[in-house]
């Protein structure tokens, strides 16, 4: 079994029903860090509609929030679903701005060791990330 997420017309992703699952619910929490909704709604039928502008601003501002973390456990869990959601933005024809704008250190999630404030996220990090997963994330 599988799902779909279509932006109107076009597919952007049919994963497994258990690869759905998952970024679904983590699209809910990451939505709460992001401070904006994901712009994606469950139609009930093995299908999700995303909304191209409201899931690129969505992803846009997830995508800023890792950037500007100095925090390794905050970015690791970050990155993975915006790899994958970056797929999805690229698919659906948007861009990520945060992706070509140098970040600015966050306040709320510093760790500081005995190095001080570590680096913070990685941009080609992300998009190499993003590649590997577009080549066997089926349509």
């Not at 939505?31 to 846009?60: K, L, S």
Request: aromatic residues 6%; without cysteine; glycine residues 6%.
């Amino acid at each position: 079994m599988s799902q779909y997420f279509r932006a109107g017309d076009r597919i952007l992703w049919n994963p497994s029903n258990r690869a759905a699952e998952l970024f679904i619910h983590m699209a809910d929490v990451a939505a709460r860090i992001a401070e904006r909704p994901t712009g994606i709604r469950d139609e009930h039928a093995d299908e999700y509609e995303v909304d191209p502008a409201q899931f690129e601003a969505f992803v846009d501002a997830l995508t800023r929030r890792y950037l500007s973390s100095s925090h390794p456990v905050v970015r690791t869990l970050l990155e993975g679903f915006i790899a994958t959601a970056l797929v999805l933005v690229d698919r659906a024809g948007g861009t990520v701005s945060a992706l070509s704008e140098v970040p600015v250190l966050d306040q709320r999630d510093v760790p500081v060791g005995t190095r001080g404030i570590g680096r913070l996220g990685d941009a080609a990090r992300l998009l190499d990330l993003a590649a590997t997963l577009a080549r066997v994330m089926p349509r």
